[in-house]
């Protein structure tokens, strides 16, 4: 017991001070070297920067272990309410990339930005929108079994109806995503005028 409570202590210091130096050290003199544009930007387009690719690579790591547990780890799959609980929402980064594209100027017009609104556009339905009827399908076959009952009616409800709002949610954000990607293909095309537009 102490020792899981040392190791949890070691992990989060750790984290901290890994993610602190990527967003203080790393990312700056990396972004500098790699990208002209972002020694021209604002000190706050600056730290907003160094923040996304904390994030990014946060997501990266944190999606990689989910992945792997979910893979690999037969305690969390025979536990349905602990596995629904845990991966119930995967995020996705390619939204920072977007970010990027607009900080450095490429318009949305360009290659670049096309394939990233087409890979954003096809992982948030993969992750977001694909998975609710087999999501919804593990959350009904644990109504009456005793992981469920232990919940109490408070946690149930929470669950529920956060679930059902979280994917209204993803379901709208999902036409928006579709809508805008094809206004930007359709604005590319010859006679088009493509606009850099944060609504799009």
Same mark, same amino acid.
């Given at each position: 017991?102490?020792?899981?409570? =040392?190791?949890?202590?070691?992990? &989060?210091?750790? *984290?901290?001070?890994?993610? @602190?130096?990527?967003? +203080?050290?790393? +990312?700056?003199?990396? +972004? +500098?070297?790699?990208? *002209?544009?972002? #020694? @021209?930007?604002?000190?706050?387009?600056?730290?907003?920067?160094?923040?996304?690719?904390?994030?990014?690579?946060?997501?990266?790591? &944190?999606? *990689?272990?989910?992945?792997?547990?979910? /893979?690999?780890?037969? /305690?969390?799959?025979? $536990?349905?309410?602990?596995?629904? !609980?845990?991966?119930? $929402?995967?995020?996705?980064?390619? =939204?920072?990339?977007?970010?990027?594209?607009?900080?450095?100027?490429?318009? %949305?017009?360009?290659?670049?930005?096309?394939? #990233?609104? =087409?890979?954003?556009?096809?992982? !948030?339905?993969?992750? %977001?929108?694909?998975?609710?009827? *087999?999501?919804?399908? @593990? &959350?009904?076959?644990? !109504?009456?079994?005793?992981?469920?009952?232990?919940?109490?009616?408070?946690?149930?409800?929470?669950?529920?109806?956060?679930?059902?709002?979280?994917?209204?949610? #993803?379901?709208?954000?999902?036409?928006?995503? /579709?809508?805008?990607?094809?206004?930007?293909?359709?604005?590319?095309?010859?006679?088009?005028?493509?606009?850099? #537009?944060?609504?799009?």
């Amino acid at each position: 017991m102490v020792d899981s409570v =040392l190791l949890s202590y070691c992990v &989060v210091t750790g *984290s901290f001070l890994f993610f @602190q130096l990527l967003f +203080s050290v790393i +990312s700056p003199t990396f +972004s +500098s070297r790699c990208c *002209s544009t972002y #020694n @021209q930007l604002t000190r706050a387009k600056q730290c907003e920067w160094d923040s996304r690719v904390v994030s990014t690579v946060h997501a990266l790591i &944190v999606g *990689s272990f989910c992945l792997y547990i979910l /893979a690999y780890d037969d /305690a969390v799959n025979l $536990d349905p309410i602990w596995c629904i !609980f845990t991966f119930g $929402d995967l995020g996705i980064s390619f =939204l920072h990339y977007r970010w990027f594209f607009d900080a450095v100027g490429l318009p %949305r017009s360009s290659r670049p930005v096309l394939i #990233n609104g =087409l890979a954003m556009a096809v992982v !948030f339905f993969i992750v %977001r929108i694909a998975v609710i009827p *087999s999501y919804y399908s @593990q &959350v009904f076959a644990t !109504f009456g079994t005793e992981g469920y009952i232990k919940l109490g009616t408070g946690p149930q409800v929470a669950w529920i109806v956060s679930c059902v709002i979280l994917d209204i949610l #993803n379901v709208y954000w999902m036409y928006k995503i /579709a809508a805008g990607f094809y206004r930007v293909v359709t604005k590319a095309k010859p006679g088009g005028k493509p606009k850099r #537009n944060h609504a799009d």
